[in-house]
């Protein structure tokens, strides 16, 4: 076996990234340990923003979203953009969310700051007896993790990426600085070209392939909550309270109420859902949409959340390793950075350069000790 | 007498609820279906693809009660003047009323046992004499699936309802009962294992050294036309309806499945006309079970069906404690120490080991109850139960084929959920065979039951179409809350 590029990790960077590598012609193949989409993205929670609070990541997401849209409309995947609303609830937090809109604005993601009755208008459900403003951008929007990266994989496939499920990597054989080939469980494929798109496994395979720099990925466990099913487009956007331990909630599309809050484990590769975040999600949720207290909880569940000290990713290459690539590290919102993040690589790779910032999220930053502003992570 | 009283109720609890208008005749602390089905009514609610639905077999039962919207209609007892509407799946109650009022409680105990039948009951007459012990019991009532049946069983001398209330007015005060109480899980806290409860809306923390899983079997549900149609009645609940409420599940009906003999006694009992119908194809009626159809074209003209079929050991509370799974005697089974134990301080009794009768069960929970009695340093035989049950080899289930041929596989519900034959068997066609992404792509085993009563079927479903071993099959594990709870329960403040 061999492929020119060898991508490690089939979730939705790694797909996306296979998809877009394929579709400029390029000989690529995916090593998944499991199954497509079996790793966080199989545990994610649908969100996609473009509400963040640095150039980089809005400019990003701006990216992203008009992939998202584009694939959606092409593959058949349900992306809807229904819209994120950050609930606020003093005037330290309004101060703080204008200046991340100006920022948003800049780069034409059209969000605004509305009022309590507008953000109940928008979610009649809300309790916003405390709330004093909210950020609204209506071009954000949610959809699901395991049918995306399902349509990406299969016209990944049908452009000639080869995808390889229950084949785990064991090591990376390296001859002089230059990689030969990926040892897997199934045998050996030769390769001159590897990303690790493992994102919460990244650690492990950076140490097969001795990468000489410290990337500080760590797993955490994060966990989520999901309702019984109730009528749809009840809660449409994905609605967020900082106030409320860093909350999300919104509606999924058979129709329950998918929700977190940022209560961290870790780092643990451990999964299982503990009691705490069952009492800590259902005082929080309810307390942003009471009549959630009404509702049964069929199920809670943990993901991992690859998380580096500013909450950004590790996307770009390892000059001492040629040829290796990292796209990794997500830190709670790689979901919905997958197409740019793709768009990015693959500029990257195909023609050592890019259009998007991708600077932003240099691997060397830790190890020089230029940390960036702390993404905003949400749950 | 309403049109399906065994017998005459109690006239001095006699009132009056309404349904969709209507008034009925109830009698008070009946069972809000119950109260329907004496009075001829079986469709009560409606999913979320609109077909309608019962409450005696799998699926919730959201009703609207007294104004308020989804209620679950299985835990609503009658009440004078109370009135009932029927209800969509999807609709909820947008105005809540906020009640701080409850805190948490807590309880410390030696063991946590889980589950009221006959196993855990078992379980707490060893424990009681030296450790404290809380019995946790879904139902209103101890004794489980044992209670429900009218006739002798093997191994116990007395009816069963005699038994079990001979037996659980022995409880001593170590041992503290909680009925009408669900489990949500059990959580390794390290010192202890913590099993929150919910009572009511009340929650509750017990803290135990050692936990007993005496959480049973769940019934094998059949696959046919409309098998979750309003009429259709899963054993344990015809069983409920009959020797616990006095209601027959209707004046003719007919008994599917491959274990008719679980209830033709009980139904002759009664006099209650019926045929066994071992090949059913497809229910049909109006609002209710009309007629029966079966795979030869005869015609049953029938107001309730029963299935009345094998039990398999509820995996749920197994995995969901971090115990692994074992393919033998035709189901899944937990892996077990030598002691019974899934891990250290988790113990497994009754029919949730395989399926076996009532008295090997109840041999079982003693058995567990000494192993922990002998862990904290007491004097215990498990010895003597073990030689006795292992006279007991447990039932095994004959593999079962799914008729797919003539049926028409959309009508035929896999799952509570509107999860049917036909858009699971469409994704293993695709040659998808890992479970975990059946269920993602099919909403298999994410609804209200959590693949309690579908699971099964859905691997069952991948062996037959792919060939893969039954054994090779990776069931997804359960995730707490192992039942239903209603967020406001759990939302309280400290």
Known sequence: MKGDIVIIGGGITGIALAHELARRGEDVVVLEKRFIGSGSTFRCGTGIRQQFNDEANVQVMKRSVELWKKYSEEYGFPFKQTGYLFLLYSEEEINQFKENISIQNRFGVPTRLITPEEAKEIVPLLDVSEVMAASWNPTDGKADPFHATTAFALHAQEMGAKIYEYTEVKDIIIEKGEIKGVKTNKGIIKTGIVINATNAWAKLINAMAKVPIRIPIEPYKHQAIITQPIKKNTINPMVISFRYKDSYLTQTDHGGIIGGVGYEVGPTYDLSPSYTFLREVTAYLSKIVPAIRELLILRTWAGYYAKTPDSNPAIGRINEIDEYYIAAGFSGHGFMMAPAVAEMLSDLITKGKTSLPIEWYDPYRFERGELRQKALQMG | ?494
């Open chain 2, 1 to 494: 007498m309403r049109p399906l009283d065994l017998y005459e109720k109690d006239a001095s609890k006699k009132v009056t609820i309404y349904f969709e208008g209507k008034a009925l005749e109830a009698y008070e602390g009946e069972k809000l279906p119950v109260a329907l089905l004496a009075n001829g009514i079986y469709w009560i609610t409606t999913s979320l693809q609109g077909r309608k639905r019962g409450a005696f077999t799998f699926g919730p039962l959201p009703v609207i009660v007294n104004g308020v919207k989804n209620i679950n209609g299985r835990k609503t007892l009658v009440k004078d003047g109370m009135r009932i509407e029927r209800q969509n799946y999807g609709e909820f109650q947008e105005t809540v009323e906020i009640d701080e009022s409850k805190g948490v409680l807590r309880e410390v105990v030696d063991v946590a046992i889980i589950g009221g039948g006959i196993a855990g009951i078992g379980a707490t007459l060893e424990l009681q004499e030296y450790l404290t012990v809380a019995l946790i019991e879904e139902r209103g009532w101890l004794g489980g699936l044992m209670s429900l049946k009218s006739t002798q069983q093997e191994g116990f001398e007395e009816e069963p309802k005699k038994v079990i209330k001979e037996l659980t007015s022995q409880f001593n005060d170590n041992v503290n009962v909680f009925k009408g109480t669900i489990a949500l899980g059990v959580f390794d806290e390290g010192e202890y294992f913590l099993v929150p409860v919910v009572k009511k809306d009340q929650l509750i923390e017990i803290m135990a050294k050692r936990v007993v899983l005496a959480t049973g079997a769940v019934e094998n549900i059949l696959l046919f036309e409309n098998n979750e149609f309003p009429g259709v009645f899963r054993l344990d609940f015809a069983l409920e309806v009959i020797n616990k409420w006095g209601v027959a599940p209707g004046k003719r009906v007919a008994v599917v499945g491959r274990k008719p003999e679980r209830i033709t006694p009980e139904l002759e009992k009664c006099n209650i006309e019926y045929i066994v119908v071992p090949n059913p194809k497809r229910v049909e009626g109006e609002e209710k079970v009309e007629r029966l159809i079966d795979t030869n074209g005869n015609v049953y003209e029938v107001d309730a069906v029963i299935v009345s079929d094998y039990r398999l050991p509820d995996i749920n509370p197994i995995t969901q404690a971090g115990g692994k799974l074992k393919f033998k005697w035709g189901y899944y089974v937990p892996v077990l120490d030598e002691q019974n134990r899934i891990r250290d301080g988790i113990y497994v009794a009754g029919s949730a080991n395989g399926i076996k009768p009532h008295y090997a069960n109840y041999l079982e929970g003693k058995l567990v109850g000494a192993y922990i009695l002998r862990e904290f340093g007491y004097e215990a035989t498990p010895a003597v139960y073990r030689e006795k049950l292992e006279e007991y080899e447990p039932e095994p289930m004959p593999m079962q084929r799914i008729e797919f041929k003539d049926m028409n596989l959309e009508d035929v519900q896999i799952c509570g959920c509107d999860v049917n034959l036909k858009k699971v068997d469409d994704v293993v066609k695709k040659g998808i065979t890992d479970l975990q992404i059946v269920k993602r792509l099919t909403h298999l085993a994410m609804g209200f039951c959590q693949g309690r009563f579908c699971l099964f079927n859905g691997a069952l479903l991948v062996s037959q179409r792919t060939g893969i071993d039954m054994a090779k099959i990776d069931l997804p594990v359960a995730r707490p809350p192992l039942k239903n709870v209603r967020v406001k329960a759990l939302a309280k403040g400290e």
